[in-house]
């Protein structure tokens, strides 16, 4: 009786935030689908994708396989630096590695195009170091989009590992150094088994951050191939194709999605079922 009370006070308190969900996400989500089986016509249609097929299967292909790499990337730093600072305490590290968590992607794009220009500061360094007179950039390059997607991604990835790292009981950890165990060892034997959910979490939404991001591949990826988020900015702004748009971004969702019923489903494997 109680609970057929609480029930609609419960709905109650959730249902603005319900409604702002509905509004601001699923509303233009399922128009967006709907609108890439349509033409401009109103007519049913799959020429939308046919095009994308056509004209972007590459930088399809290119967008999974640049957010690969930054997630295998951030994923080794994240887990170094985590480690680290597990068993040892470094004030600088630990605030320096925050540090572009608070850097606008406008600004880091900019700075980054600065920085790994033919004659940017990376480059001046260098050829001091090197002794030689001249080294070719990597901003408009995929090398250079690379770099600039673990240096903004690898921050977030390792707040949550290392906030699982340092979750953990650490009677595992102190019983596993009586024993005589190295720390490489403890990391891959314990803490990285015991703290995979959460590496998952942060690898998720590393992949989920970079295949969405549009600034940053606009300002330091190369001309060709394209991020997809690079390619629906120009079929609206340049081809005012909004069926074409909504085609790459119903793709790039469906990836994403594959990534998210993989996770789910090991989460009820693992764990029985996700409890709130």
Do not use: C
């Not at 390059?141 to 340092?166: D, H, Q, R, Y």
């Amino acid at each position: 009786m109680e609970e057929k009370i609480k029930s609609p006070v419960g709905f109650l308190l959730i249902l603005p935030a319900l409604s702002v969900l509905g509004l601001l996400y699923v509303y233009p989500l399922t128009r967006a689908i709907w609108s890439s089986f349509y033409d401009k016509a109103g007519s049913f249609t799959l020429a939308n994708y046919a095009k994308i097929f056509e004209l972007y299967t590459r930088d399809i292909i290119y967008s999974v396989l640049m957010t690969v790499a930054t997630v295998g990337v951030v994923l080794v730093i994240s887990i170094v630096i985590s480690s680290y600072l597990r068993f040892k305490e470094w004030k600088f590290l630990d605030y320096m590695y925050r540090l572009p968590l608070f850097i606008p992607f406008l600004i880091v794009g900019h700075a980054m195009r600065i920085f790994l220009a033919p004659h940017g500061t990376l480059n001046s360094l260098l050829t001091r170091i090197l002794g030689v007179e001249e080294l070719p950039g990597i901003s408009g390059s995929w090398a250079g989009l690379l770099f600039a997607f673990v240096w903004v991604m690898t921050p977030f990835a390792t707040l949550i590992i290392l906030g699982a790292f340092k979750a953990l009981d650490p009677a595992y950890v102190e019983a596993a150094q009586n024993l005589g165990a190295s720390k490489i060892r403890i990391v891959f034997d314990i803490l990285i088994p015991l703290s995979k959910p959460s590496i998952m979490v942060a690898m998720i939404l590393t992949f989920v951050r970079t295949i969405s991001s549009l600034t940053i591949p606009l300002m330091v990826g190369p001309n060709k191939p394209n991020m997809i988020t690079v390619d629906m900015m120009f079929r609206v702004n340049y081809f005012n194709d909004w069926g074409a748009a909504n085609s790459l971004g119903v793709v790039s969702y469906l990836i994403v999605m594959a990534l998210a019923i993989y996770y789910l489903r090991y989460m009820v494997t693992e764990r029985g079922g996700i409890k709130g």
